[in-house]
């Protein structure tokens, strides 16, 4: 429902949960009339997003896909219900690439506190040709670690990243407010692959 979703837009630890005023009414007529979603719901799914340093729940992963789809005309609906591997967009692929690489974090160091989501994920949302090169040497000693114990993980792993890597003809820049959404997005559907 739409009070549900209004709620991923919230920070559940104040005092204050309750969402943005009017906002319930824009999104409402947006869903009745077939219009655009307020621009208001998307930032401060954005927002919320940023401050918990990369928590996407689905809640949050459907609004950013249907602000996208409806507001931004970024692919159809059923292309991008779950995983879609054959997408070439930069971000999404960024955003896959990210998730892969906490997973071998993950897999190098098992039970690890703080994963690289928690220090790089809003960096690496908005400016990924200052992180990933960061990111892909951090990388490369995890899978030392890996390649000591679990050699299919990390063959696994390696041919993952490379499929991936070779989508992209180089890091960009920076990556507009549209562009992040589509890497939360990839990185939401690679984690729950």
């Known amino acids: 429902g739409i009070g549900q979703m209004l709620q991923e837009t ?3 630890k104040s005092k204050d949960k309750k969402p943005v005023p009017n906002m319930a009414a824009m999104v409402l007529q947006a869903v009745l009339s077939g219009g655009r979603y307020p621009a208001n719901l998307y930032s401060n799914t954005m927002i919320r997003i940023r401050a918990e340093q990369g928590k996407i729940t ?7 896909k249907a602000y996208l ?5 970024w692919g159809k609906g059923d292309d991008f219900m779950g995983l ?10 960024l955003g896959r ?3 892969v690489l906490e997973a071998v974090q ?4 098992p039970g690890i506190n703080a994963t690289i989501r928690d220090r790089y994920f809003n960096a690496a949302c908005t400016t990924p040709e200052s992180i990933f090169p960061i990111l892909i040497k951090l990388k490369n000693s995890h ?4 390649d000591r114990t679990k050699e299919a993980a990390k063959v696994y792993y390696e041919k993952l990243l490379t499929n991936l890597m070779g989508k992209l003809d180089q890091y960009p820049k920076r990556l507009t ?13 690679q984690v729950q692959k």
């Not at 789809?69 to 005309?73: G, S």
């Not at 879609?84 to 692929?93: G, K």
């Not at 899978?143 to 890996?146: A, D, E, M």
Request: proline share 0%; glycine share 8%.
């Open 106 to 109: 993950e897999e190098a160091n």
């Open 177 to 189: 407010l549209e562009e992040q959404g589509r890497f939360m997005l990839g990185y939401y559907h």
């Open 143 to 146: 899978i030392k670690k890996i």
């Open 69 to 73: 789809i409806r507001n931004c005309t």
């Open 97 to 99: 690439i990210f998730s």
């Open 84 to 93: 879609n591997e054959e997408c070439n967009d930069a971000a999404y692929v």
């Open 10 to 12: 919230v920070n559940q």
């Open 58 to 64: 689905w809640g949050r992963a459907g609004i950013i």
